[in-house]
């Protein structure tokens, strides 16, 4: 579970280094499909990787809006804090915790259940098909995207 | 790994019931970032999941060309042929082979090696990334995109 999260963090501080030469008006601009911009998705990541592992824990989620975050600094240093509390949780990750069952709210106000893997695992895929997003929007803008392989990073 | 597994296989499965709706020329357009079109990256994610998990089992690469499959029928048949041979190896998958050791050669030539765990997750990660540029180019054409959420599918 752990490698799979290593390589989305390793990818997202890719993004976050490939915006460094890429203008706040591209960053911001809005853009077809997804959460709409490169910026937003960013945070978005950050935001929904973090309010899911806090629910796992019994803590309170994130729920300021983008706006509050609308420049590249301001989401590297969200990325930052937060990668500080998630990442001890990752890291303590046991497979005794895959069928722990987590009771949240639908968006209907529905009870619902989840395990603890599947939102691992929804967690995961997440960010990895947002990255997928943004590495079209990349090629719109004529730059060459962060590269997408789990291989040839030093994983393993 | 087999629950990541399923999940880009629902995916996929809904991704083939979307083309459906989607005339060929949309299908076979040639689009921004990625492969460059929809049903190639279809072709293209079944293409290198059997290849690579063909790779772990000592048999051939597939190695043709998407131009032999440029329809949407040869592409789900390619797919349900290939599952055929995939869906044994990856149900079949215990945690002792993680570290077993592949000998490759690098696109250079050089001999490389992986890890069986690490080509696993490269197979997950690269099939959900090119989901996410799918879901661009389907708001591009005015579709709604297939989910893209790991939760709410019966995984668990």
């Not at 106000?109 to 990895?128: D, L, N, Q, W």
């Amino acid at each position: 579970m752990l490698k799979l999260f290593e390589y989305n963090w390793q990818v997202r501080q890719d993004w976050f280094a490939w915006c460094q030469d890429v203008s706040e008006e591209e960053l911001l601009k809005k853009r077809t499909g997804g959460i709409g911009g490169i910026l937003h998705t960013l945070f978005h990541v950050v935001d929904v990787e973090y309010s899911w592992l806090c629910g796992l824990q019994g803590k309170p989620e994130f729920t300021e809006p983008f706006e509050s975050y609308a420049s590249l600094p301001k989401v590297i240093d969200l990325a930052a804090r937060f990668h500080e509390e998630v990442h001890p949780f990752v890291q303590s990750w046991t497979d005794e915790m895959e069928l722990k069952t987590l009771a949240d709210v639908s968006p209907k106000g529905e009870p619902v259940t989840f395990k603890y893997g599947e939102i691992m695992r929804h967690v995961i895929a997440h960010e990895i098909h947002h990255m997928g997003q943004l590495s079209v929007w990349s090629r719109e803008i004529g730059k060459v995207p962060v590269t997408a392989n789990f291989i040839r990073r030093g994983l393993y």
